[in-house]
Nanobody, 122 residues
């Protein structure tokens, strides 16, 4: 069984930074993309960004471009989401996911973590 476990969420003031981690454990598996999604209260789950496990190329939603960076550490089987210049509208539960795509669609992912809360205060 594969598990994705997020960590690193918390409360931060606007303009601050957080780094989320997604640790992958369990049986060996392989998916093209590792992605981050987020869901604010009363809203749909939105794509934040994804990293291609083959070549490490990264893709971002417009809301994340220039502020968020996705990276990976193969040795630790961990994917990171570095979030800078955080805004109150970034407040959401952040989920990591693994799948073969389409990379920006939730339906393209078949493994999901439990989520970690990020709250940005103004």
């Amino acid at each position: 069984q594969v598990q994705l476990v997020e960590s690193g969420g918390g409360v931060v003031q606007a303009g601050g930074s957080l780094r989320l981690s997604c640790a992958i454990s369990g049986r060996t598996f392989w998916r093209i993309y590792m992605a981050w999604f987020r869901q604010a209260p009363g809203a749909e789950r939105d794509f934040v960004g994804a990293i291609n496990w083959i070549d490490s190329s990264a893709y971002y939603a417009d809301s994340a471009k220039g502020r968020f960076t996705i990276s990976r550490d193969n040795a630790k089987n961990t994917v990171y989401l570095q979030m800078n210049s955080l805004k109150p509208e970034d407040t959401a539960v952040y989920y990591c996911a693994a799948g073969n795509g389409p990379r920006s669609a939730g339906t393209g992912y078949d493994y999901w973590g439990q989520g970690t809360q990020v709250t940005v205060s103004s």
